[in-house]
């Protein structure tokens, strides 16, 4: 029986396998780990900087000197604003972040944002 330094191949295909679906199974639970819908809604006199670091910050970690790296097609306000409302696959949606809130945190991200 062909083995691979002491160890049949079998038993390397099925280990080989687990680890693939122990990987698949993580991979899955990381990336719905932020991916959801919070109802979350800011007080409509709250600055850019409170719903920032209230929300934001629990996934998006700011980074020295900038809150975030911003890919040059979310660098305005109307794609940071439907990207907030809206989620995505690997990030939560806050619809009730709407209006001159959703106005003020697009305005503290982009000035606190570097472009990649």
């Not at 029986?1 to 295909?13: D, F, T, V």
């Not at 819908?37 to 910050?57: H, K, Q, R």
């Not at 907030?84 to 209006?99: C, D, E, R, Y």
């Amino acid at each position: 029986m062909p083995n691979r330094g002491g160890i049949p191949l079998y038993k390397l295909e099925y280990k080989m396998k687990k680890m693939s679906l122990w990987l698949t199974i993580f991979a899955l639970v990381s990336l719905a780990g932020c991916s959801k819908t919070d109802n979350y809604a800011p007080p409509e006199n709250a600055s850019g900087e409170d719903i920032f670091y209230a929300n934001c910050t629990k996934c998006h970690k700011p980074e020295t000197g900038s809150v975030m790296a911003l890919s040059s097609s979310m660098a305005n306000k109307d794609a940071i604003i439907q990207k907030v409302q809206k989620g995505s696959m690997g990030m939560t949606a806050f619809p009730n972040i709407k209006g001159e809130p959703a106005q003020r945190l697009a305005e503290f991200i982009l000035a606190n944002s570097k472009t990649k």
